[in-house]
C-alpha cells in the first residue's frame, strides 16, 4: 500500500523487509516523535536554542528513518542554522507539529494490517 506521508518502501529496505522490525520502528516512532515535538515547543517557547537544535537532529533522523522527508528537511534547517529569530524557530515548529497527526494516522495504519 502506498501512503501520502510515510516511505514504506524505504522503511521496508532499511530494514531488510524485517516487518517485525518496520513495526518496532512505527511504534517506536509513534512515542519519539510527539515527545520530541513537545520538548522543542517548550524550548522554543523558553528561547533554549541548544535543546532546540537537540531535539530538531533527534527528530530528523526518525522522520528521514521512515521517509518524511519534508519534516525531516525542516527539522534539519533549524538544527543548522541555529541563529534563526525564535519566531522563525516557533512557527517552524508549528509547521512540522502540523505534519504529525496525518504520519501518526499513517503510521497506526501500518501497524493496523496484518
Known sequence: M???YIDLQ???????????????ILGDAL???????DSMK???ELEARNDIIFHAHKIKGTFRFIGCNIPADIAEYM???R???????RLLVEEINGYWPMIAN???K?????
Not at 501500518?110 to 496484518?114: D, G, I, R
Open 10 to 24: 524505504h522503511l521496508l529496505e532499511l530494514a531488510d523487509n524485517d516487518l517485525v522490525f518496520v513495526r518496532e
Open 31 to 37: 512515542v519519539i516523535i510527539p515527545e520530541s515535538l
Open 106 to 108: 499513517e503510521c497506526r
Open 42 to 44: 517548550k524550548a522554543a
Open 83 to 89: 541563529d534563526l529569530p525564535i519566531d522563525k524557530v
Open 79 to 81: 538544527e543548522h542554522n
Open 2 to 4: 502506498k501512503y501520502e
Open 110 to 114: 501500518v501497524l493496523a494490517e496484518k
